[in-house]
């Protein structure tokens, strides 16, 4: 499956962005879709995911703030990002794995989100 994520851009803090993962290729109904985000020097870090049933599933620092949701007849998953922090600057990307898999296998390119304080 090819992903191509977009929304990023630059926002004040306390502000929000939607971004948008939209899928081709493959069968996006049955994926388990995740964001993660990365800052130069950093790990990866996961941020959410959502499964085929819509079981969501969020990391600590961004629970209540950010809501992962995919729109299936779209093949598309989408990450409402509100209340922005200065920490949450980052490259954020999307992947996809099969529900039986532990690994992320596909990965979309990453867009850039700046919080200015």
């Known amino acids: 499956v090819q992903l191509q994520a977009s929304g990023g851009g630059l926002v004040q803090a306390g502000g929000s962005l939607r971004l948008s993962c939209a899928a081709s290729?493959?069968?996006?109904?049955?994926?388990?879709m995740g964001w993660f985000r990365q800052t130069p020097g950093k790990e990866r870090e996961f941020v959410a995911s959502?499964?085929?049933?819509?079981?969501?599933y969020y990391a600590d620092s961004v629970k209540g703030r950010f809501t992962i949701s995919r729109d299936n007849a779209k093949n598309t998953v989408y990450l409402q990002m509100n209340s922005l922090k200065p920490d949450d600057t980052a490259a954020y990307y999307c992947?996809?794995?099969?529900?039986?898999?532990?690994?992320?296998?596909?990965w979309g390119q990453g867009t850039l989100v700046t919080v200015s304080s």
């Open positions: 992947a996809s794995r099969g529900s039986g898999e532990s690994e992320y296998r596909s």
């Open positions: 290729g493959g069968t996006f109904s049955r994926y388990v």
């Open positions: 959502i499964t085929w049933s819509n079981m969501r």
